[in-house]
T-cell receptor
Framework: GNSVTQMEGPVTLSEEAFLTINCTYT??????LFWYVQYPGEGLQLLLK?????DKGSNKGFEATYRKETTSFHLEKGSVQVSDSAVYFC????????????FGSGTQLTVLP | NAGVTQTPKFQVLKTGQSMTLQCAQD?????MSWYRQDPGMGLRLIHY???????DQGEVPNGYNVSRSTTEDFPLRLLSAAPSQTSVYFC????????????????FGQGTRLTVV
């Protein structure tokens, strides 16, 4: 079956620090990969996505590259801000299983001023 | 733009009580789903629907029922609440349900925080 393994948290950084949150996956087919973000008290929002190997998703200064050879989709940002404090979820969707999303366990990020 | 609307936002139930969590979307999405979020476990799929009249079980369906009589609505019913169902519940929808096509964005509601005592 499909699974997503995500870097354990919580992660605490100072403002302007570099961020990496690791994500690896196991899938039977050729999944699409996603990063979702959950701000306090809110639902999940799509942050970025990639639908095939070597695609790079990017949004709001965050980037992640779909690496089929290492089955990874690590999230990076060069300079985090206090407003980036949230929970980040890596997820995959296998086109053969009717749009079901498989999520990682989530990583809590706190950015200190 | 309402998107995905969940009600209620908070609920406390006694063990054995039943209730329905409401979910409505106004984007004419085919695919809708229910997840529960528990600490350290991410989101787990409870039930999903690929269109009106069609539902199926996800990873953790026991204790929950769903129906999809319209495209817009996808209620989740707890038949006899148990403390193990204390969780945050999210409803989501997305536009494409056909297999073999690239996925599109899933839109989430703001969640229902349920406590069963």
């Amino acid at each position: 079956g499909n699974s997503v393994t995500q870097m354990e948290g919580p992660v605490t950084l100072s403002e302007e620090a570099f961020l990496t949150i690791n994500c690896t996956y196991t899938a039977t087919g050729y999944p699409s990969l996603f990063w979702y973000v959950q701000y306090p008290g809110e639902g999940l929002q799509l942050l970025l996505k990639a639908t095939k190997a070597d695609d790079k998703g990017s949004n709001k200064g965050f980037e992640a590259t779909y690496r089929k050879e290492t089955t990874s989709f690590h999230l990076e940002k060069g300079s985090v801000q206090v407003s980036d404090s949230a929970v980040y979820f890596c997820a995959l969707s296998d086109p053969q299983t009717a749009r079901q999303l498989t999520f990682g366990s989530g990583t809590q990020l706190t950015v200190l001023p | 733009n309402a998107g995905v609307t969940q009600t209620p936002k908070f609920q406390v139930l006694k063990t054995g009580q039943s209730m329905t969590l409401q979910c409505a979307q106004d984007m004419n999405h085919e695919y809708m789903s229910w997840y529960r979020q528990d600490p350290g476990m991410g989101l787990r799929l409870i039930h999903y629907s690929v269109g009106a009249g069609i539902t199926d079980q996800g990873e953790v369906p026991n204790g929950y029922n769903v129906s999809r009589s319209t495209t817009e609505d996808f209620p989740l019913r707890l038949l006899s609440a148990a403390p193990s169902q204390t969780s945050v519940y999210f409803c989501a929808s997305s536009s494409t349900a056909r297999t073999g096509t690239p996925n599109t964005e899933a839109f989430f509601g703001q969640g229902t925080r349920l406590t069963v005592v």
